[in-house]
């Protein structure tokens, strides 16, 4: 993204849409992980029988009232496990827009390890800081499964 895309609709848009930086970066992520998702999504729908679609047609609901009703608050509970280690790995995948020279945790352990000389305590820090808010994101994802899980499971 912040090699191949943003140049190119900067040159397209004479540069009205400048697209560096932090967009560029979000941007990018998205993409990456659009597609993981898309697909974690669609196997929890899937994953749902087809006569639970079938049974909320034949009560009388249209195609979107049985997705809202029936399948979608069932796929959500199959759904929730492998979006947080989605989440989490993007939380850790962020390091990656160092590249485009955007100031991170790691690319600000970095810059602190070659002024200070010190890679132990640099490297460590950041370390900390990503499991602390790796630690910090999976027990979020495991309340909120726990509330969505159904009673007596």
Known sequence: MGFAVTPALRTATEGALDLRGLPAAVIGL????????????????????????????????????????????????????????DFIAMLKDSSLISVIALPEVLQQGRLWVSRNFRAFE????????????????????????????????
């Open 30 to 85: 998205a993409f990456g992980y659009g597609a993981y998702l898309a697909e974690v999504f669609r196997a929890g729908i899937e994953s749902i029988p087809r006569g639970q679609m079938e049974a909320a047609r034949s009560v009388g609901m249209n195609y979107f009232q049985a997705m809202r009703f029936i399948i979608l608050p069932q796929a959500i509970r199959l759904i929730l496990p492998p979006l947080g280690n």
């Open 122 to 153: 640099g490297y460590n820090s950041v370390m900390l800081v990503y499991l602390v808010m790796t630690l910090l994101l999976s027990l979020l994802v495991r309340s909120i499964e726990r509330r969505s899980r159904l009673p007596g499971k």
